[in-house]
């Protein structure tokens, strides 16, 4: 009979693990992850973009009543919440 020889799993499961390459293939969780949340800034970002320049547009277009200390700004076109910037409202 031959002698049984000892494998040691716990170092040899760490080193592999270690030294293993992950596949070109496949797609990770993280990278789902970082797409996902660089999609959501470009959106909200074109959001927020598109919405100061609807303020602007009624900024420029609309008429403009002077108060005490802020400009109420009218327009005939509908916008869903009145909005404060600087001493406007639109």
């Given at each position: 009979?031959?002698?049984?020889?000892?494998?040691?799993?716990?170092?040899?499961?760490?080193?592999?693990?270690?030294?293993?390459?992950?596949?070109?293939?496949?797609?990770?969780?993280?990278?789902?992850?970082?797409?996902?949340?660089?999609?959501g800034i470009i959106f909200?970002?074109?959001?927020?973009?598109?919405?100061?320049?609807?303020?602007?547009?009624?900024?420029?277009?609309?008429?403009?009543?002077?108060?005490?200390?802020?400009?109420?700004?009218?327009?005939?076109?509908?916008?869903?919440?009145?909005?404060?910037?600087?001493?406007?409202?639109?």
């Amino acid at each position: 009979m031959e002698p049984v020889q000892v494998i040691h799993y716990t170092t040899y499961a760490v080193s592999e693990a270690m030294s293993a390459v992950p596949e070109q293939g496949v797609i990770n969780m993280r990278s789902i992850l970082i797409s996902l949340y660089v999609l959501g800034i470009i959106f909200f970002s074109l959001r927020f973009i598109y919405g100061l320049r609807n303020i602007y547009r009624l900024w420029r277009t609309g008429e403009k009543v002077k108060n005490e200390g802020f400009t109420l700004v009218l327009s005939d076109k509908y916008h869903e919440v009145p909005t404060y910037i600087d001493d406007g409202i639109f």
